[in-house]
């Protein structure tokens, strides 16, 4: 008899199950060592009178915190823990053809957002009541973000004729200033190569990411204002919902796989783990959807996106392991969102029953003005707070250099057990066929067996558990006759 760890490694499925990188890692996200549970989408808010496709949060330097979902016309506060309030301006706002969703950024107590539509629409923080146009000479725009102390505008409609490789920035601390001068310094500048924008991030420098290229825009001063340097040729952006941006790092989605962009480099981080897998699952015609968001706490990128069965799925990134996992969305567009300055002790503002809340009262939500991950599905906004989705790790083959037999198993999962099921086969070109799953019994022991040259097994969660580890697995070698 032989005992052998299958700790759980990395997911990588563009991989061969013989490697022993894990097979899936579903509805759990990765950590330093294991995998720990992903929780469920939420419902969070009220029911609005529309679908709501966008979600974001603004907070001043003294905790004035806001939070925002907007739909194709209207733009609702969302206040305590899920009252909407229409904020929009008087006449609310048309969609374009283009089936663009709202896109915001703050720049300094403003929350500035674009429908490339509508005017640029304002909201200042502390003072505002409701949105209104931001200025008259402000341009139509499908992106914008802040660069240093500009607001800075991408893919201009200037009177019904499209730049889509335009850049234009307002003055400088003045986002109500449009006109190209050198005193106030707001100008624009085309791109002359790389295709269409396909969005902006900002910071101390901007990157601009298009089609077929990327272009870092840094600021110089009178008289050029910005200076525009190309970063990557021929390797660009081909969802502008697949940007996300975290502690100067922009990631994106480009024609061949999942990259990260640090103003001078630009990286595939799913080379040969994910790509093949995502392009194979995700549904290309719907990639107008995706939408990313960072998870602030766990240290995670994700991507929402439709796949070719036609369910919404997460996949994730844990950039500080640099590992995938993935799971299922509960949400049709995802955020990183902020709370409104609500907290345990104005409970009664909220809900005059604590078992009609929606929500645990341990969540990050009742913390006041604390970033989470949130979203949108339909017509709610939704938080990633609520109950562990049911996680899924299948390990890749175990080969004993013959013909074994596995009779036990013993899961390490920090906090609880598992249900475990195993496959096995003879060859590789065979297809792994699970048993029945069995649970841990009260020794954490789960009696296996089942024979052939390969074994690969599904370990599924069980209990209050925080951290998957391993599989310790008994097996025995088996002749042949």
């Given at each position: 008899?032989?005992?052998?760890?299958?700790?759980?490694?990395?997911?990588?499925?563009?991989?061969?199950?013989?490697?022993?990188?894990?097979?899936?890692?579903?509805?759990?996200?990765?950590?330093?060592?294991?995998?720990?549970?992903?929780?469920?989408?939420?419902?969070?808010?009220?029911?609005?009178?529309?679908?709501?496709?966008?979600?974001?949060?603004?907070?001043?330097?003294?905790?004035?915190?806001?939070?925002?979902?907007?739909?194709?016309?209207?733009?609702?506060?969302?206040?305590?823990?899920?009252?909407?309030?229409?904020?929009?301006?008087?006449?609310?706002?048309?969609?374009?053809?283009?089936?663009?969703?709202?896109?915001?950024?703050?720049?300094?107590?403003?929350?500035i957002g674009t429908n490339f539509s509508d005017p640029m629409q304002v909201f200042t923080l502390g003072t505002s009541t409701a949105f209104a146009d931001l200025a008259a000479n402000a341009p139509i725009c499908r992106y914008l973000t802040v660069v240093r102390d500009f607001v800075v505008t991408a893919f201009i409609n200037s009177s019904s004729v499209l730049y889509p490789s335009r850049v234009q920035w307002s003055g400088i601390n003045d986002e109500t200033e449009w006109d190209a001068d050198q005193v106030t310094q707001s100008d624009y500048q085309d791109i002359p190569d790389g295709g269409q924008i396909m969005g902006i991030r900002g910071g101390e420098v901007g990157i601009i990411l298009l089609e077929k290229g990327i272009t870092r825009m840094s600021y110089i001063g009178t008289p050029f204002?910005?200076?525009?340097?190309?970063?990557?040729?021929?390797?660009?952006?081909?969802?502008?919902?697949?940007?996300?941006?975290?502690?100067?790092?922009?990631?994106?989605?480009?024609?061949?796989?999942?990259?990260?962009?640090?103003?001078?480099?630009?990286?595939?981080?799913?080379?040969?783990?994910?790509?093949?897998?995502?392009?194979?699952?995700?549904?290309?015609?719907?990639?107008?959807?995706?939408?990313?968001?960072?998870?602030?706490?766990?240290?995670?990128?994700?991507?929402?996106?439709?796949?070719?069965?036609?369910?919404?799925?997460?996949?994730?990134?844990?950039?500080?392991?640099?590992?995938?996992?993935?799971?299922?969305?509960?949400?049709?567009?995802?955020?990183?969102?902020?709370?409104?300055?609500?907290?345990?002790?104005?409970?009664?503002?909220?809900?005059?029953?604590?078992?009609?809340?929606?929500?645990?009262?341990?969540?990050?939500?009742?913390?006041?003005?604390?970033?989470?991950?949130?979203?949108?599905?339909?017509?709610?906004?939704?938080?990633?707070?609520?109950?562990?989705?049911?996680?899924?790790?299948?390990?890749?083959?175990?080969?004993?250099?013959?013909?074994?037999?596995?009779?036990?198993?013993?899961?390490?999962?920090?906090?609880?057990?598992?249900?475990?099921?195993?496959?096995?086969?003879?060859?590789?070109?065979?297809?792994?066929?699970?048993?029945?799953?069995?649970?841990?019994?009260?020794?954490?022991?789960?009696?296996?067996?089942?024979?052939?040259?390969?074994?690969?097994?599904?370990?599924?969660?069980?209990?209050?558990?925080?951290?998957?580890?391993?599989?310790?697995?008994?097996?025995?070698?088996?002749?042949?006759?």
């Amino acid at each position: 008899m032989a005992t052998t760890k299958l700790n759980f490694g990395e997911w990588m499925p563009d991989q061969p199950s013989i490697t022993g990188a894990l097979v899936d890692a579903k509805n759990v996200v990765s950590q330093a060592v294991g995998y720990g549970p992903l929780p469920t989408a939420a419902t969070f808010s009220q029911q609005a009178s529309e679908d709501l496709t966008t979600l974001v949060a603004g907070k001043t330097p003294t905790n004035d915190t806001k939070l925002f979902a907007a739909g194709t016309t209207k733009i609702f506060s969302v206040s305590g823990v899920g009252a909407l309030t229409n904020v929009s301006k008087t006449g609310g706002y048309t969609p374009n053809a283009y089936a663009d969703r709202f896109r915001f950024t703050q720049f300094g107590n403003a929350i500035i957002g674009t429908n490339f539509s509508d005017p640029m629409q304002v909201f200042t923080l502390g003072t505002s009541t409701a949105f209104a146009d931001l200025a008259a000479n402000a341009p139509i725009c499908r992106y914008l973000t802040v660069v240093r102390d500009f607001v800075v505008t991408a893919f201009i409609n200037s009177s019904s004729v499209l730049y889509p490789s335009r850049v234009q920035w307002s003055g400088i601390n003045d986002e109500t200033e449009w006109d190209a001068d050198q005193v106030t310094q707001s100008d624009y500048q085309d791109i002359p190569d790389g295709g269409q924008i396909m969005g902006i991030r900002g910071g101390e420098v901007g990157i601009i990411l298009l089609e077929k290229g990327i272009t870092r825009m840094s600021y110089i001063g009178t008289p050029f204002i910005f200076q525009f340097d190309n970063i990557s040729r021929g390797k660009g952006c081909i969802a502008s919902g697949s940007i996300a941006q975290v502690q100067g790092i922009t990631f994106f989605l480009s024609d061949d796989g999942f990259y990260s962009c640090d103003g001078q480099n630009v990286v595939g981080i799913g080379t040969e783990k994910v790509d093949r897998w995502f392009f194979a699952n995700a549904d290309e015609s719907q990639f107008n959807l995706m939408s990313a968001a960072v998870d602030p706490v766990r240290k995670l990128i994700i991507w929402n996106f439709r796949t070719t069965f036609g369910n919404r799925q997460l996949l994730i990134y844990n950039f500080n392991t640099k590992k995938w996992t993935y799971g299922d969305a509960g949400a049709d567009y995802i955020s990183d969102a902020s709370t409104a300055a609500t907290t345990l002790e104005n409970l009664d503002s909220i809900s005059a029953s604590i078992d009609a809340l929606t929500v645990s009262l341990d969540s990050i939500l009742y913390m006041g003005g604390k970033y989470f991950l949130g979203g949108t599905n339909g017509r709610y906004v939704v938080t990633y707070n609520g109950a562990n989705a049911t996680g899924n790790i299948v390990t890749g083959d175990l080969n004993a250099g013959g013909r074994s037999v596995v009779t036990l198993a013993r899961p390490l999962i920090d906090g609880g057990s598992a249900n475990v099921a195993v496959a096995s086969r003879t060859l590789l070109s065979e297809a792994p066929v699970f048993g029945t799953a069995l649970a841990a019994d009260s020794d954490n022991r789960v009696s296996l067996r089942s024979n052939g040259n390969f074994h690969q097994f599904q370990v599924t969660p069980t209990g209050q558990w925080k951290t998957a580890v391993a599989l310790d697995v008994d097996f025995q070698g088996q002749g042949v006759r």
